[in-house]
């Protein structure tokens, strides 16, 4: 049984019943009624808050004459999400930025909350990545029927060939798809989980720079694991939405 976090315990404590509430709407049962909350999913609920608690505290310092330096770092990410959504998805998919964003900042903030003494991060958990990656799934499926209609993304499936390829290509392409959300699941549990674990194992033997050494590791791998998440989608996206480019 994973040790219960302080924060765990208090949703346990005092919210045991709203856990409890929500699980019954979908049919399913806590493995322990009394103690319903996972630390994976209270770790979510406190990244999806600082999120939105930073970006409402960013709103309110915008400003065009005197930005400071909070403004800046967020123009800089922004930014350089801005250009990997043109490379990767073409200019045409820049309306879709708004779901990269949102999807890249609560992985990084998902990955750098572990670095907290106390907490944890979720996407050490497979729940949590599968999460986002059917989301990201749902997404790029989604816009892509939206662009090109129900029958012409489902032409998308086909190559490009025709019969009798096609027997061939619809099953390929089928199966690729539905292999994405578990190559993006993988990807990103299995590599926060692995610098969790080597992070842990180095703060057990020493307290001097080797942990440092680490945790600046582990502050490497956040980013370029929010990163490749992002890029991905925005790929997936790009593919997706092709025929509107044209």
């Not at 856990?19 to 806590?30: C, D, E, K, P, S």
């Amino acid at each position: 049984m994973e040790h219960e976090l302080w924060i765990t315990a208090i949703f346990n404590d005092y919210l045991a019943g709203v856990a409890n509430a929500i699980l019954n709407l979908v049919g399913q049962h806590a493995a322990n009624p009394a103690r319903p909350w996972a630390n994976f999913m209270v770790m979510q609920i406190l990244v999806a808050i600082l999120v939105m608690v930073v970006f409402a505290l960013l709103r309110t310092r915008l400003s065009m004459d005197r930005p400071g330096n909070m403004q800046h770092i967020f123009e800089a990410m922004y930014q350089f999400l801005h250009d990997q959504t043109e490379e990767a998805a073409g200019h045409h998919s820049l309306k879709y930025i708004a779901f990269f964003g949102t999807l890249f900042f609560f992985i990084l903030f998902a990955n750098l909350i572990g670095i907290i003494p106390g907490f944890e991060s979720p996407t050490m958990f497979p729940a949590v990545t599968l999460g986002c990656a059917i989301a990201a799934f749902l997404y790029y499926n989604l816009v892509g029927m939206q662009v090109n209609g129900v029958f012409g993304y489902l032409k998308h499936f086909s190559g490009g060939q025709g019969f009798p390829l096609v027997l061939l290509m619809v099953p390929i392409e089928i199966v690729s798809n539905l292999a994405r959300p578990l190559s993006l699941t993988i990807r990103l549990y299995a590599n926060m989980l692995a610098g969790e674990k080597v992070t842990v194992v180095f703060l057990g033997l020493t307290y001097l720079v080797a942990p440092a050494l680490f945790m600046g590791l582990h502050v490497f791998v956040s980013f370029l694991q929010a990163y490749v998440f992002a890029v991905l989608t925005m790929m997936y996206v790009g593919g997706a939405t092709a025929h509107d480019a044209h």
